[in-house]
């Protein structure tokens, strides 16, 4: 193939990536993405008809796909975000209520035996000892001073040792 | 894309290897310019990797770091086809100010630790083969495509002069910037005018859409 074909090549790859990546991801965010990536496809052969043409055609074009595509994120997020505050999920599964009655039940992902994967525990990092006692005159109902006891309420007296540390990492980056 | 199970990551990267030596064994110019064919291979082969890094990531903060990268590639194409214009553009618009408006969302909308929607995808096998099926048929059209296709000749000029809706093209314009500024200026100067305007409109939608309403802030 020539020079023109291998451009068209791969904006060919990339639209079709980009439309795998809509049909298949789940999260709403990916799939706008996609979109987008269908769009670089999109302007990557448009630029290369036009160089081709040793035309400006293609550039101009692929400006207002630029101009139209950041209008489409903007929209597209905060419709995002809308949707996020009444499902407070970013599934797209969760709308498939959405659509005429007398269609079919869309093809879903069975999510049975799949847990959410939590969260690993915060590594126990080494804290300073608190120095010194509270002042007795401190008045105990300032926020402040319960701030400052609740922040070293939970604070061992000796700082971990080397060992504990060292499990410590170790579960939080193997596990 | 992601799956619970482990044997088809195997399988796919295999199949990604032979697909990409494939396509490069396919793709090369044999006119022998060796800067061109080396940025072409780098920016293309760093656009695919980090579109398909983009999709099977499980990690949509990666995703939109992946695409920040694909759309980095695309502009090193865009600077080979001659429109740097159009490359600075892209790399601010997108790399600039969409990845991080996605990055924003992300964190405004995600929830702590990895959610199951994340894990899973919808229909990846079938989807696959028909998203490759599509992909096969425009490659097989480009592979059956002559050199004389796309070159511009007097039967394309006849066409181009047939259709009313086109100009005749100028094999003398040099795509410089000043050409392409009096080309959007001059030829597509009511386009740009509602390109403004839906921008424009795009904004007030998107505030108007976005906040919470019973915050009072609409």
Known sequence: MGDVESYLAVGGVLFVLGALGFFTRRNLIVMILSAELMLHGVSLSLVTFGHMHHSLEGQSFTIFILTVAACEAGLALSLILALYQKSKSLDVEFWSELREPDLPPPMLVDDAGLSPITPKPPINYPRLTPAGVVPEDLDKYDPRVQHAASQTADTPKEPPSPKDLKRSVHEHFVK | MPRASRLPKLVGLILAICGAGLLASRLNPANGQVVQTILFSTFSAIAILSAILMITNRNPVYSALWFAIATLGVCGLFLLQS????????????????????????????????????????????????????????????????????????????????????????????????????????DYLFAVELAGTLLLVATIGAIAIAPLRRRGTL
Do not use: C, H, K
């Open chain 2, 83 to 186: 429109a740097p214009f159009l490359a600075a553009a892209t790399v601010i618009v997108y790399a600039g100010a969409i990845v991080v408006t996605f990055v924003f969302v992300i964190m405004l909308a995600q929830q702590s630790g990895a959610t199951i929607y994340d894990q899973t995808s919808r229909q990846p096998m079938l989807a696959t083969i028909f998203a490759f099926l599509l992909l096969a048929a425009l490659l097989g059209t480009l592979e059956s495509s002559t050199a004389e296709d796309f070159m511009f000749s007097d039967r394309s000029a006849a066409v181009a002069g047939a259709n009313v809706l086109s100009q005749a093209a100028n094999p003398d314009q040099l795509p410089t910037m000043m050409a392409l500024g009096r080309s959007l200026f001059g």
